[in-house]
């Protein structure tokens, strides 16, 4: 089979293209040389209310949104020239690595599981792990309630589902979802039982719905919410780990947990001490 001159060139062209973009990635620059040219894009949730929300309007709302301003606003960054990006848990990583952010902001827990692929800033905050139920059952009090086969929501690529069934119910019936509002709305209409995942997320959707869920018992793990960074960028991550204190010390912290948590009822936690590991 022959093929012309232009079909090779563009054969080339194509190739080239798909090292420099490492097939659809970003850039070879670190988030600190992103900024320095005035432009962030970070990664967040889309579907978390009081944490990480996009609006109806296409605004973005929360405590996590509240955080990747400020921190973006440190490196030199104006809100105008942040691009939010979606990061479902399941491909948190996997964006980090290919550099489609710069940074992730997205409830996203400290693990040395995943700091073997990532490096994190922070923590930020610390929440536990939760249980949200519809407001009329009052069988289900905390994770070892959960035994007797009962059906339990979670997304893909996160751990508390599975922590409750190696360690509280081991015949609970684990349903995985890509998003917490799909599991939000399967709890509704009664498809599954409960949804776990971290306290701080289920109360903005124990807000957002109120009268029909709520949150069932009292935290029962400790989740250091990180700002993941690419492997290796120790420049990128000191800087966001300054303005993660700064934030704590000036105020903004506290503010922005007043402002998205305070109408609700839940506690939020005390400020984290940073560690710069």
């Known amino acids: 089979m022959r093929i012309t001159r232009a079909l090779q060139i563009g054969i080339g062209a194509l190739a080239v293209a798909v090292a420099v973009t490492g097939c659809g990635g970003g850039g070879s620059k670190t988030a600190t040389e992103n900024a320095a040219d005035g432009k962030l894009t970070i990664g967040v949730k889309f579907d978390q209310p009081g944490l990480s929300l996009r609006n109806k309007d296409g605004s973005f709302s929360g405590f996590d949104i509240d955080v990747a301003k400020y921190v973006a606003g440190k490196l030199g960054v104006a809100e105008d020239k942040i691009t939010f990006k979606e990061a479902p848990s399941a491909q948190r990583e996997t964006l980090i690595q290919n550099r489609q952010v710069d940074f992730v902001v997205g409830t996203y827990s400290i693990t040395d599981q995943r700091k073997e692929k990532v490096d994190f800033a922070g923590p930020y905050y610390l929440a536990g792990q939760g ?29 508390p589902a599975q922590n409750i069934q190696k360690n509280y119910a081991n015949d609970v019936q684990l ?15 009664g498809a599954v039982d409960a949804l776990t995942t971290d306290d701080i997320i289920l109360a903005g959707f124990a807000a957002q719905n ?10 029962f793990t400790t989740e250091k919410y990180g700002i993941g960074v690419k492997k290796g960028d120790t ?28 109408s609700t009822g839940f506690q939020p936690s005390a400020p984290p001490q940073v560690d710069r590991y």
């Open 210 to 219: 109120p009268g029909q869920l709520k949150l069932a018992g009292k935290p």
């Open 131 to 159: 249980l949200l139920i519809r407001s009329d059952n009052t069988s289900i009090t905390g994770p070892e309630s959960l035994n007797g086969g009962k059906k339990l929501c979670s997304v893909r690529g996160s751990t």
């Open 175 to 189: 349903q995985e979802y890509d998003t917490y509002s799909l599991c939000v709305e399967a709890l509704k209409a």
């Open 235 to 262: 420049e990128s991550r000191a800087k966001i780990n300054d303005a993660i204190e700064a934030m704590i010390n000036d105020g903004a912290w506290k503010a922005s947990l007043d402002k998205n948590f305070g």
